[in-house]
């Protein structure tokens, strides 16, 4: 067993993920001590060929992973990189506030409204949103954002939202748009975007 507890992100996930290249278990658990990195390390198994179960141990969160039946973990190279094109735009915008610029507050949360909602005029280009910090609180219940955000999403936007920056705000409940993800995810998204907005 990994034990990945008091460890920051995406610490867990490294850990899962050294594991897995070096000995390819069929099982492998892994303990971690909050909800957001038991996610990230489900969904991490989940993209390597695992069968991922949360349960809870006490305030602490144990995520078993068994190798499916096939026994084959999957290519490290997510599914979508394989299936797109050199020439395609990848247009990725990084969120890390809840408003923009500095100033006056209700303006910059105004502003920030105008931008998302405005999102959808880039078209096909648009692949990838990432909210981390103060950004998050856009993706959550009662956000004047979240029905913009949830529109992009069902429209095939990819979202996705800090999980230690969602526990930090005590937000990770209150999450209704978005994959809860963690800073692996986020290097990887900025390597693969074509383009990076930060706003």
Do not use: H
Not at 84 to 112: E, H, K, N, P, W
Request: aromatic share 4%; charged share 20%; with cysteine.
């Amino acid at each position: 067993m990994l034990d990945c507890r008091n460890m920051a992100c995406p610490q867990p996930v490294m850990q899962a993920k050294e594991k897995v290249e070096a000995e390819a278990p069929p099982i492998i658990e892994v303990l971690v001590d909050n909800q957001a990195a038991s996610q990230n390390v489900s969904r991490f198994l989940d993209t390597r060929g695992y069968q991922a179960e949360v349960t809870r141990q006490g305030g602490d969160y144990l995520v078993t992973g068994r190798l499916g039946q096939d026994g084959v973990i999957e290519a490290e190279v997510p599914p979508e990189v394989l299936t797109c094109s050199t020439d395609t735009s990848r247009t990725l915008v990084f969120v890390g506030a809840d408003r923009i610029g500095r100033g006056d507050d209700q303006l910059g949360a105004g502003l920030m409204k105008n931008f998302l909602s405005t999102l959808p005029e880039m078209g096909s280009e648009l692949w990838r949103l990432v909210f981390v910090n103060s950004g998050v609180k856009l993706c959550v219940e009662g956000s004047e954002s979240l029905a913009t955000l949830q529109e992009l999403e069902a429209s095939g936007v990819s979202i996705l939202v800090c999980g230690t920056c969602l526990t930090y705000f005590d937000l990770l409940e209150q999450k209704r748009v978005g994959e809860t993800t963690n800073m692996l995810d986020v290097v990887t998204s900025l390597q693969l975007a074509s383009k990076v907005i930060n706003i």
